[in-house]
């Protein structure tokens, strides 16, 4: 904590200095003071870092980051994935389910999202209901749309063969 607060004041101590004029010689910088007994010395940078941009040649060029399209391609990429991962098998789920209530039919036995278990008796196109008979005599409207499934013949179970 006070490294930070000794860099923070050398920091300010030195934007005090006010700039030489253009042509004359800048004087040289204050030498920081010792860390008080029992705190570390700050980190040295390290002599074997990049040059500075006046250290390089006139002739060479700045050096650039990545180009936009660079950065373009991983963007795309998971883009690409994502569609046949994600959207592509959900579109294929949805119309082959709108093609199953869309075949439901008087006399199929289905299975409701709720896991009930009924003969279509009747079907209201313009309300989009079905109605289940569930057990002789109870019977239960439904949305087309909570229908799970349609089972087939054989697995009604529900002793009208």
Do not use: H
């Amino acid at each position: 904590m006070s490294c930070i607060l000794a860099l923070s004041l050398t920091l300010l101590l030195a934007a005090d200095v006010p700039a030489p004029p253009p042509g004359e010689a800048v004087p040289a910088a204050p030498a920081a003071p010792a860390p008080p007994e029992g705190v570390p010395a700050p980190a040295v940078p390290d002599q074997g870092a990049a040059p500075l941009a006046e250290d390089l040649p006139a002739d060479m060029p700045p050096q650039q980051g990545p180009g936009i399209q660079q950065m373009l391609w991983p963007i795309i990429i998971m883009l690409v994935v994502m569609w046949f991962l994600v959207m592509r098998p959900q579109k294929r789920y949805q119309r082959e389910r709108q093609a199953m209530l869309n075949a439901v039919k008087k006399q199929d036995t289905v299975v409701t999202r709720g896991g009930i278990i009924g003969t279509v008796i009747e079907l209201k196109q313009e309300r989009d209901e079905v109605l289940l008979e569930i057990a002789k005599n109870v019977r239960v409207r439904i949305r087309r749309g909570a229908i799970e499934g349609v089972l087939p013949p054989a697995a009604s179970g529900n002793g009208k063969e």
